[in-house]
């Protein structure tokens, strides 16, 4: 079973429906992520939280709107998406780079959403 | 191209052979990780390598790193059905030290 919890696991939603997927884990790790991972494509890294703020943004359309309103919970919020965003969403965590970052500890990944905008 | 390719793409073997991927790199690195993934879910941590080791070892898994030629093998011994699945290598950028570049991935099918 993985630490890190995804919810929903399936979601379809219209091109003009506002959405949230839904980010958890409890090891107490203070970096997450959100990649993005399209059919036999490697991830793509969308952004990345240390301590609650922001580190990184991949420049992300406008649409996908990350927060990070503890450090347990991670959403993205999702608005006026386009059907080539349908992909797996996937959400990680690691230890921060202070105590050696994802470099010397690795990442640890939720099941995902799989996501169709239709 | 981007950091972290590896070869073959896909890899169908019988039960009981053994697999061996190969990722290549760019950049210098401090470490170098494989994840499997099974269809459709999240990566799975399995091994990570440091850049000053050659080999390494995890149950039926030994990675291999040579940091001259950027490249590192993975070596799945005895594979199962249950091996099934994706393999990627990944590197984390030495910049920032939060950016992951994962290879494009070798998809295993092992029949039982």
């Known amino acids: 079973d993985t630490e890190v919890t995804q919810t929903p696991k399936h979601l379809v939603m219209g091109m003009t429906n506002k959405k949230s997927l839904k980010c958890e884990q409890h090891?107490?790790?203070?970096?997450m992520y959100w990649y993005k991972q399209k059919a036999k494509k490697p991830p793509e890294l969308m952004f990345v939280y240390s301590y609650e703020k922001l580190s990184i943004n991949e420049s992300v359309p406008s649409r996908f709107s990350p927060e990070c309103p503890n450090s347990s919970l991670l959403n993205l919020h999702l608005h006026a998406l386009q059907p080539e965003d349908s992909a797996l969403y996937l959400c990680?965590?690691?230890?921060?780079?202070?105590?050696?970052?994802?470099?010397?500890?690795?990442?640890?990944f939720g099941s995902g959403t799989r996501l169709t905008v239709v | 191209s981007q950091q972290g390719e590896e070869d073959p793409q896909a890899l169908s073997i019988q039960e009981g052979e053994n697999a061996t991927m190969n990722c290549s790199y760019k950049t210098s690195i401090n470490n170098l990780q494989w994840y499997r993934q099974n269809s459709g879910r999240g990566l799975v941590h399995l091994i990570l390598?440091?850049?000053?080791?050659r080999e390494k070892h995890s149950g039926r898994l030994r990675v291999t790193l040579d940091t001259s030629k950027k490249s590192s093998s993975l070596l799945i011994t005895a594979s199962r059905a249950a091996d099934t699945a994706s393999y990627f290598c990944?590197?984390?950028?030495?910049?920032?030290?939060?950016?992951?570049?994962f290879g494009a991935g070798t998809r295993l099918f092992v029949k039982a």
């Open positions: 990944a590197t984390v950028l030495n910049t920032g030290g939060f950016k992951t570049i």
């Open positions: 990680a965590s690691s230890q921060d780079r202070g105590t050696g970052g994802p470099a010397f500890h690795g990442y640890t």
């Open positions: 090891m107490g790790h203070r970096a």
């Open positions: 390598i440091r850049s000053n080791e």
